[in-house]
């Protein structure tokens, strides 16, 4: 990190915007874990269950039926992603707000789902939508921080397009 880049003037400055939603993960993930019995659903709205269920794959269950050599895979990969968000967050200028926020919830997201894999071997997810009799792929926090920060990040791309032409 260069000397005019430092906390109070880089991206930096949105880590607590990663350890809130960190925390909020990890809290969530916990009061379900101590809450429920795995596959227990509790219905809450006509489209919204909270489901416990334990990922060792990636998104929608990706490789989940491996052998196991996938949680040090997903593990290594959100370690690098972990990485590689704190440096893009540091070298990023606070006045890039929307970017730095978007870079600060995807860390959030990459911390809690890392914190699972190394404790657990799994992902504990819990927020299960669903249509009729078609559920979506339960989620937790994490994964919604993710999401949040890369729609934002998007979003950020074509506004900052708008300033260029």
Do not use: C
């Not at 909020?24 to 709205?45: G, I, P």
């Not at 269950?61 to 704190?86: M, P």
């Amino acid at each position: 990190m260069s000397a005019s880049l430092s906390l109070k003037n880089s991206g930096l400055s949105w880590l607590w915007l990663t350890v809130l939603w960190l925390i909020a993960d990890q809290v969530t993930k916990q009061l379900v874990v101590n809450n429920f019995e795995l596959f227990q659903s509790v219905n809450v709205l006509p489209f919204f269950n909270l489901t416990y269920v334990q990922n060792p794959g990636a998104a929608f269950s990706f490789l989940a039926d491996q052998d196991g050599w996938q949680r040090w895979f997903f593990t290594a990969i959100a370690a690098i992603a972990s990485i590689v968000f704190s440096v893009w967050l540091a070298k990023t200028p606070k006045s890039q707000t929307l970017l730095s926020i978007s870079i600060a919830l995807m860390l959030s997201g990459a911390l809690g789902n890392l914190i699972d894999r190394v404790l657990f071997g799994y992902v504990i997810d819990f927020l299960d939508f669903y249509i009729g009799n078609k559920h979506w792929p339960a989620f937790n926090v994490a994964d919604s921080m993710i999401f949040i920060g890369a729609a934002l990040m998007i979003i950020d791309s074509f506004k900052n397009d708008q300033l260029t032409k």
